[in-house]
Structure formats: structure tokens, C-alpha cells
């Protein structure tokens, strides 16, 4: 990014940022004095830890896919800024990750390490902090199958997983154009929930479990002109995520089919609505089981009725309300939903989370 759009969306980000935290005008104009002096010297310019701060929890607050915004201004933010090597990143990343499980009760957290800049950019190869491997074999995937081709490039890089189905992958972190680094999770940092059912006591032979925090790892945020390529954040889970989606899609653990046998489901015809049966009770066994280990979760239903308090907080202050219709209805009984009955608009808006290319692609083929 050129200079002179630096700048500009500097401004853009200052304008808001310091109206909202209650400076005045001539603090603003101060500020960016000092930001342009910066980019016309070095190219760039750094964040206070002010700016750094709200400059986050207003992209959260933009994240039209995240049906969660109702909390963003609880978002802890850690400034991991002056951390360049590998190891460092890594050892921080462990902290976050202990830091925001805090044994079951959720912080939502973000670590923000340094900015891309010129050739300088850390990048973490993992989609999640914590994520299942995946293995393709003769009879099947084993594990998680949407982690197949990361889980191979794990194996390239040295790593050796067990092979059951539930293997957390290391993590992966790559400084600049030095070689990649695998760092495998120190035992027990990753809390994991074993699932039982409430009524269905065969439950537990499915032997199911599921990670208990969501570390997304692999977006960039950018905040007025700086794109921080490694900045991993988390939340808590919302049940279907992991009940209707995670465990239940045909191209995941494709795990209804056995919930149907264990319920004694008839599974010959669509007409029983055998998986409409399995879906709810796997859900009512991912909810019940995070709450048994005394685990932040929350339902679709209530995340819904949080939602639109949020949609109602934008309005009483007079910002735009953004959102992906298609991301925020829930993956179950959507209609039963507020969410459902509304439409958003989808536009982008920044300070924002945004996507970027696997860095591993290349190795991937």
C-alpha cells in the first residue's frame, strides 16, 4: 500500500476512532499530523495501544459474518507488537491460548504481532489455533477432513501425528521468508470436552469430543492503512457451529448417520426425517456437555436475541448496521430465529478481519 492511501485511510480510521473514544478535534488533528510525519519518513506509522485496542474491537464490531458482536467491546487485546522471532511468537501464543480458555470460562482475546511491512511479515499457517489433523486412508478420512492438506504439509514439515481421529495439529509459524517452524501444543493447554447426552446414555460410545475454544488464526486485521498478517483472535463457541456443522456435515465427521443408528432411527428414507432427529439430539449433546465441563457456550437461539440487541445498540448510536445474511442465520431452525426475518447490508467495512491466502499453497501439491 502506497503512502499517500496509507494516509488517507489513516484519516479515516483517527476520525472515527477518536470520536468514539471522546477526544476532541484538535486531538485528532494532532495525531495525524504526527501520522504523516511518520509515513513521509519511515513509509509507515505506529498505533498507540489506544488506537491498537478500539482499532480491534471495532472490527470485530464490522464482522458481518460474526453473529456474536454484541460483546465487542469486551475484547482483551494483547500488543505481542515487538516479538520477532518464532520461538517468541510461539511461547506468546500458548499464553493467549491458556489466557482465553481461563479453564472453561471464555475470554474473547486477541494477540496482535508485529504489522506487514516491506519484506518483514509473520504469518501463522494453522486456519485455527487449535484444530483436529486430518488423514486420508483406503476406507476413508480419518479425523478431520477439512484439515487433510494442512495436516500434509505438518507431515512434510516433520510432524507426526497418531492417526486417531481427534489429533491436535502443532502449531505453525513462518517470520519473513525464514523456513517455517512446527511448535507442538504442550500437553493439556488445549482443553478439550469429551460428549455425553443428557437421555441417551449410549451416547459416549460415539466417543466424540471437541476443543473448547475457537482461535481463528489465519485472517489479517487491518486497522487505518496497517495490515497485521498475524493476529490471532477468539470468541466462544456458538453450539451449532460444532453440533450442526463441525461434526454433523457430510464433509466433516459426517456423525448423524451413527447418531441415527444409536437413536434407532429408520435411515432407508429421507421421509422420517432421520437427520433433522440426529441433528437436534447431537446438538442438545454438544450444549449439555460444554455446560457439564463448565464451558462458555452459548445457543443459537439466545445468540440470536443477542444479536438483534446489538443491531438495536448500532442504531441508538448511529452507525450503520452490516451484516451476511447468509453467515448469520444459524445452520439449525434458522426460521425460529429473529435473524431470519430481516435482511443486512453486506458491505465492508473497516477496521476489518479479512482473509488471506494460505502460505502454505505452494508446498500443498
Not at 511491512?117 to 477439512?146: C, K, M, S
Not at 501444543?185 to 459416549?204: D, N, Q, T, W
Not at 447431537?282 to 452459548?298: M, P, R, T, Y
Not at 447468509?326 to 467495512?349: A, K, Q, Y
Request: aromatic fraction near 10%; glycine fraction near 6%; hydrophobic fraction near 35%.
Amino acid at each position: 500500500m502506497i503512502a499517500t492511501e496509507i494516509y488517507k485511510e489513516a484519516e479515516q480510521f483517527i476520525a472515527v476512532c477518536y470520536a468514539e473514544l471522546g477526544k476532541t478535534e484538535e486531538e485528532a488533528k494532532r495525531r495525524l499530523e504526527e501520522i504523516e510525519q511518520s509515513i513521509e519518513k519511515h513509509g509507515s506509522y505506529e498505533h498507540t495501544m489506544e488506537e491498537l485496542r478500539h482499532g480491534a474491537r471495532m472490527a470485530w464490531r464490522n464482522s458481518n459474518r460474526c453473529i456474536g458482536r454484541l460483546f465487542w467491546q469486551s475484547l482483551e487485546v494483547i500488543d505481542a507488537r515487538s516479538l520477532q522471532a518464532a520461538d517468541q511468537i510461539a511461547q506468546q501464543i500458548f499464553n493467549h491460548i491458556k489466557y482465553a480458555t481461563n479453564e472453561g470460562r471464555i475470554r474473547p482475546t486477541i494477540t496482535v504481532f508485529a504489522p506487514e511491512q516491506g519484506e518483514r511479515r509473520i504469518r501463522i499457517w494453522n486456519h485455527q489455533l487449535v484444530r483436529y489433523a486430518g488423514y486420508e486412508r483406503n476406507e476413508g478420512a480419518v479425523g478431520d477432513p477439512a484439515s487433510i492438506d494442512f495436516t500434509r504439509v505438518c507431515n512434510a514439515l516433520g510432524w507426526k501425528g497418531a492417526g486417531t481421529a481427534f489429533d491436535v495439529l502443532p502449531l505453525v509459524i513462518q517470520v519473513n521468508n525464514e523456513p517455517p517452524q512446527w511448535y507442538e501444543l504442550p500437553e493439556g493447554l488445549a482443553k478439550e470436552v469429551p460428549l455425553s447426552h443428557p437421555e441417551i446414555e449410549r451416547f459416549e460410545e460415539l466417543e466424540l469430543r471437541w476443543y473448547a475454544v475457537p482461535f481463528i488464526s489465519d485472517m489479517k486485521l487491518e486497522i487505518g492503512g496497517i495490515s497485521y498478517t498475524a493476529a490471532p483472535f477468539n470468541g466462544w463457541y456458538m453450539g451449532t457451529e460444532i453440533g450442526a456443522r463441525n461434526l454433523a456435515d457430510f464433509n466433516r465427521y459426517n456423525k448423524l448417520p451413527e447418531v441415527a443408528r444409536l437413536m434407532g432411527l429408520h435411515t432407508s428414507t429421507n421421509t422420517s426425517l432421520w437427520k433433522d432427529r440426529a441433528l437436534i439430539e447431537l446438538n442438545v449433546a454438544v450444549i449439555h456437555s460444554f455446560k457439564k465441563h463448565g464451558v462458555s457456550i452459548v445457543d443459537h437461539h439466545t445468540a440470536a436475541e443477542q444479536f438483534m440487541r446489538f443491531a438495536e445498540q448500532e442504531q441508538n448510536n448511529g452507525r450503520p448496521l452490516t451484516g451476511r445474511w447468509s453467515w448469520l442465520i444459524p445452520p439449525m431452525s434458522p426460521s425460529t430465529t429473529p435473524v431470519w426475518h430481516r435482511g443486512f447490508d453486506n458491505t465492508e467495512l473497516k477496521p476489518a478481519y479479512s482473509y488471506q491466502k494460505a502460505p502454505y499453497a505452494r508446498m500443498d501439491n
